[in-house]
């Protein structure tokens, strides 16, 4: 018999199988927190339902979509509506009656709830008829800072951040591209 690193151990499963399995639940959610093995971080939530903010996540993804951001980034944008929400019972109200609209229509041309619809392409078709809505605008709006604003993925997008204490773009980045 080889000799090999399960030789001599029950069978069973492995160190490497149960990380796998455990690696196919994106987001669970314990307690009032978020949890996400896959990319190690954790978000918890004073206000808002962690339900809720799992659809907040999906819904940013889907709003603003770039495939080589984590969620964590998206986590952190959303991050701010629990806060929001803690301090002002109208815009709690906006957000749960938001997501609870979204569910409502995931569930009826899908039979789950919105950050259960599989494909984005789905969830995407959910969301054009509240396009014009208050929620999403007022999400969509917040997005634009809370999530461009994250100085962790500028360099994700090639971006190296403000150039004017540096002497501006003149010589610092203007003449970079080659491919002109």
């Known amino acids: 018999m080889q000799n090999s690193p399960q030789a001599g151990r029950p069978p ?13 639940a994106a987001i669970a959610i314990s307690g009032t927190a978020l949890i996400n ?13 962690p339900e809720t903010m799992r659809t907040l996540i999906v819904l940013a993804r889907d709003i603003y979509p770039h495939d080589r951001l984590a969620d964590r980034f998206y986590a952190i944008a959303v991050k701010g509506w629990d806060e929001k929400s803690a301090g002002n019972a109208a815009t709690k109200e906006m957000v749960v009656a938001g997501v609870l609209v979204l569910d409502a ?19 995407v078709a959910l969301l054009r008829p509240m396009s014009e809505g ?6 969509r709006s917040d997005l634009i800072s809370s999530l461009y604003n994250q100085h962790e993925i500028w360099p994700l997008f090639g971006y190296e951040g403000e150039s004017a ?3 501006g773009y003149i010589h610092r980045g203007f003449n970079d591209l080659d491919w002109l």
């Open 12 to 24: 069973g499963v492995d160190r490497r199988s149960f990380l796998k399995a455990g690696a196919a």
């Open 37 to 49: 093995a896959r990319e190690a971080w954790g978000l918890e939530t004073k206000s808002l339902s």
């Open 105 to 123: 229509n995931a569930k009826a041309a899908h039979g789950v709830g919105y950050a259960d619809v599989a494909w984005e392409e789905d969830r």
């Open 134 to 139: 208050a929620f999403f605008q007022a999400v």
């Open 165 to 167: 204490s540096k002497g």
